[in-house]
């Protein structure tokens, strides 16, 4: 299995971004998927989940209203937009897939593969 996130960049506060997460070497449309970030000298914290079909979603509280997941499962891509950035939300951003499907959770203990990371950095 790999993931692969891309779209990070460097923004103004207010700006949006929109991350991207490629699937390959699973049956995409079987598994929940989740976004976390690690912020410079924190650990990982969750972002967002979406079930296997995309009805269901969850959140963090510091993302709420400002976040978006989605996916495409004809395309095995998970999508991350983000609005009204912060400085706060400058972090590495990871997707992540279980190695069997589960059902959507935020915990990262429920997550087995993990892509190699978009920096997303917002300036005030």
């Known amino acids: 299995v790999q993931l692969q996130a891309f779209g990070g960049g460097l923004v103004q506060a207010g700006d949006s971004l929109r991350l991207s997460c490629a699937a390959v070497?699973?049956?995409?449309?079987?598994?929940?998927m989740a976004w976390f970030r690690q912020a410079p000298g924190k650990e990982r914290e969750f972002v967002a989940s979406?079930?296997?079909?995309?009805?269901?979603?969850y959140y963090a509280d510091s993302v709420k209203d400002r976040f978006t997941i989605s996916r495409d499962n004809t395309r095995d891509t998970v999508y991350l937009q983000m609005n009204s950035l912060k400085p706060e939300d400058t972090a590495v951003y990871y997707c992540?897939?279980?190695?069997?499907?589960?059902?959507?959770?935020?915990?990262?203990?429920?997550?087995?593969?993990w892509g190699q990371g978009t920096l997303v950095t917002v300036s005030s």
């Open positions: 070497g699973l049956t995409f449309s079987a598994y929940a």
């Open positions: 979406i079930s296997w079909g995309g009805g269901n979603k």
């Open positions: 992540a897939v279980g190695r069997v499907p589960r059902p959507v959770s935020t915990a990262e203990s429920e997550y087995d593969y």
